[in-house]
């Protein structure tokens, strides 16, 4: 006979974690369908429309052009500071512009196409998935805390704790040499059907965790709120700012990103275990850093007139400008004069 114990030790712990889900399921059927249906509207009408659009031009942000590109700008900083090859600079920048998943797609391509470690994709990944700028600044800042300075603090205490946990992480796992192959080859030749792929994997998790929650609530109590922002993070952020508890703590959940964007990222080929240590370290740092930059700048800062939506559209405009440049110039590169569409030709004819 098998006691819960027994069965966690044995390694059966999805099993029975499944089976606690479906329980909750047959015991809290109006919760988890409320919970369900919000989280699927939520994605349907804020989630998607945000993210397909980046996701869609991702593999001509990530080809072998713009890595080029990339690895002239930022190489150095990859090189020499976390000891990473130039050419995944592109996953970097993707991965600070568009959050995640973008930049755990992002770092999916550039691992498969340059043949890194696992250690090396993870150490990539602790540094390029977080959350975007967009979100933190406007969702965050100003949409829940009415404070654009809130979100600029929020934003570097993400982004420098990010930045010294690559620091600290810059030598670990240097041993490996095979490559990582949890990462499927990348398919540029169907870059909207991937993207929209993506997109519904986006939409699972979101729906998972939103019930999962729901139940946990129903069952617990409201205590379960109090967490909430390490599970799921909009949820959870959308709870504390209401209450208004310590920002210090929402900046500990942003660096940690919540288990359901962590997860996201994960099924797009990030290492999973090594990516939730780095998270981990992140999330204690981004606590202080945002304590620090509180008592540095109390106050709040000049932001753009007009509503939250046109200062998220003309964020989106000015992040979204490099994509077009390399979305224009992957066209002329790809074009007949170039070489490499010459030397296609001719192998293929040889064939």
Not at 35 to 47: F, I, L, P, Q, Y
Request: aromatic share 12%; charged share 15%; net charge positive.
């Amino acid at each position: 006979m098998f006691f819960p114990g027994v069965i966690l030790l044995k390694g059966y712990w999805k099993a029975a974690l499944a089976a606690v889900y479906v329980a909750g399921l047959m015991a809290f059927p109006d919760a988890a369908l409320a919970a369900a249906r919000g989280a699927m509207a939520n994605w349907a009408a804020s989630v998607a429309p945000a993210l397909f659009p980046f996701a869609a031009v991702l593999p001509f942000l990530t080809c072998k052009e713009a890595r080029e590109i990339y690895d002239r700008l930022l190489g150095w900083l990859l090189r020499g500071v976390f000891r990473l090859p130039g050419s995944c600079a592109s996953a970097l920048v993707t991965g600070l512009l568009g959050g995640s998943p973008a930049g755990a797609m992002a770092v999916g391509r550039v691992a498969a196409e340059v043949g890194l470690t696992r250690g090396q994709a993870a150490r990539l990944a602790g540094i390029s998935c977080g959350m975007g700028p967009v979100y933190v600044v406007s969702a965050l800042g100003v949409a829940l805390k009415g404070s654009a300075g809130v979100g600029y603090r929020l934003l570097a205490a993400q982004w420098g704790g990010m930045f010294l946990t690559g620091l600290l992480f810059r030598r670990a796992w240097a041993g490996e040499t095979a490559p990582w192959t949890g990462v499927p080859s990348a398919n540029e030749a169907h870059p909207i059907a991937g993207a929209a792929l993506a997109m519904l994997k986006v939409c699972g998790y979101m729906t998972l965790f939103s019930v999962g929650m729901a139940m946990a609530r129903a069952a617990a109590g409201p205590w379960v709120e109090f967490v909430s922002p390490f599970l799921e993070l909009p949820t959870g952020a959308a709870f504390w700012a209401e209450r208004g508890l310590p920002e210090w703590i929402l900046a500990g959940a942003l660096g940690f990103g919540g288990c359901c964007v962590i997860l996201q990222n994960a099924a797009f080929g990030v290492p999973l275990g090594r990516y939730v240590l780095q998270k981990t370290v992140t999330a204690a740092l981004a606590a202080g850093i945002y304590l620090l930059l509180e008592r540095a700048f109390p106050g709040d800062v000049p932001t753009f007139s007009g509503d939250s939506a046109e200062k998220q559209g003309l964020v989106w405009v000015i992040c979204m400008l490099p994509v077009a440049v390399f979305f224009l110039k992957n066209l002329f590169l790809n074009n007949s004069n170039s070489r490499d569409f010459r030397e296609k030709t001719v192998k293929n004819r040889n064939i």
